[in-house]
């Protein structure tokens, strides 16, 4: 088939250029024609809470990429409609994480839509917005509405479809691994690369920050472990998008800010690998969630996790299996924490992540789209 894919993908950075990218590259190696149509303008710049959109580095060998849609420039929307319709693809893929970029998105699949029309499928990773502002219904519908089969990444998005369209054209399939940021190294090799100590303990809170991740209940949370486990550590990897000084505030008044490593930047595709390498335990206490990439890159390096019982996390780890489910409460997530290091639970979860994470494949990303693809041509 000759796919192509919308969505951001390098030097835009972020997880949905890297799913984009992901989903590419294992169509490709399926023997599609694929190809990806990216933005040249993702956010304007007063919308971006980042330092910076693009990541540095090299693009990933052998998949072909346009970047021309503007998200606030009709004309570049038009162009696209006229790329994609002299490319003549069997199938258009594009990805819906946030309303703003839908009104883009939107007009490009209506237009698809005219005789003669291209079928299209929306991978949502987000139906309703963490942080909503007015209007988001209405731009999000413009998209969601207009599509024609929808793959979302965990069971709770399937309901949340239900407010923007009755389509039975539907499918969840689990995110899939993360494999491009290589393999793990020793563990020392990745404390000297990091400027820490292999000897210590480490919990990994690595990503973006904003307030529904729920960084605020790790900290105090690992405060209250600073004598339970004494040569524990806490790693925070990731840009402030909101609420820099709030978290300073509560590191400085926990008593721990010796004991927190922050790196308060965008983490290069380069460097993820020493993170998760050196990592004892990936959390994740997030007020609210869908699903999440985090979880898919602890996956491939093989790390324990913790996370929230919020979304679709719970159907990603499962409790006691491969890390731990708790409520969203700073004294729920201690105990967790405090159980994984003082009951040594770290082999047997790393031994049940080998297994789990067979669940998880790009093939069967794939494989279900175009299933989904072949039900929408057909009808069936």
């Given amino acids: 088939m000759n796919i192509i894919c919308i969505g951001p993908a390098f030097p835009l950075r972020g997880g949905i250029a890297n799913f984009n990218t992901a989903l590419c590259k294992n169509l490709l190696e399926a023997g599609h024609q694929a190809s990806i149509i990216s933005f040249s303008l993702q956010y304007p710049g007063f919308l971006f809470p980042g330092k910076t959109q693009y990541e540095e580095g090299k693009a990933s060998a052998g ?8 998200s606030v420039n009709p004309f570049s929307w ?41 079928p299209v499928i929306v991978i949502a990773h987000n ?11 209405s731009m999000s519908r413009f998209l969601l509405s207009a599509c024609d089969g929808y793959i979302v990444l965990s069971e709770s998005l399937l309901e949340d479809l239900k407010i923007f369209t009755d389509s039975t054209n539907k499918a969840c399939i689990p995110h899939p691994v993360y494999e491009q940021f290589g393999e793990a190294v020793d563990r020392k090799k990745a404390a000297n690369r990091l400027g820490l100590d292999p000897s210590l303990k480490y919990l990994l809170f690595f990503g973006m920050i904003r307030k ?31 609420g820099e000084k709030e978290y300073l505030d ?3 008044e926990s008593g721990v800010g010796d004991k927190i490593f922050l790196r308060d930047h965008f983490i290069p595709s380069g460097k993820v690998r020493d993170y998760f390498s050196l990592a004892d ?8 969630a869908t699903q999440s990439g985090v979880s898919q890159v602890a996956y491939h390096f093989g790390v324990p996790m913790l996370v929230t019982d919020v979304g679709g996390l719970a159907e990603i780890v ?5 890390g731990y489910v708790t409520p969203v409460d700073e004294e729920a997530i201690a105990e967790a924490i405090a159980d994984f290091f003082e009951q040594d639970r770290a082999a047997f979860f790393r031994k049940n992540i080998q297994t789990e994470r067979q669940r998880f494949t790009w093939e069967a990303m794939t494989t279900r789209i175009l299933a989904l693809a072949q039900e929408v041509t057909t009808g069936k």
Wanted: hydrophobic share 40%; with cysteine; net charge positive.
């Fill in 63 to 70: 998949i072909p990429t346009s970047s021309q849609i503007n």
């Fill in 78 to 118: 038009n162009k696209t409609v006229r790329t994609i319709r002299t490319a003549s693809p069997d199938l258009v893929v594009l990805h819906h994480w946030m309303p703003f970029i839908s009104m883009s998105l939107g007009y490009i699949v209506r237009r698809l839509k005219r005789k003669p029309a291209c």
């Fill in 127 to 137: 139906v309703i917005p963490h942080e909503k502002r007015a209007g988001w219904k």
């Fill in 212 to 242: 529904y991740k729920g960084l605020d209940l790790l900290i105090r949370a690992f405060a209250r472990m600073r004598y339970r486990v004494p040569d524990l550590r806490l790693i925070v990897a990731g840009e402030f998008y909101s």
């Fill in 250 to 252: 509560i590191i400085n």
């Fill in 281 to 288: 335990l990936v959390t994740q206490p997030y007020r609210t």
């Fill in 318 to 322: 499962p409790h006691m299996k491969v």
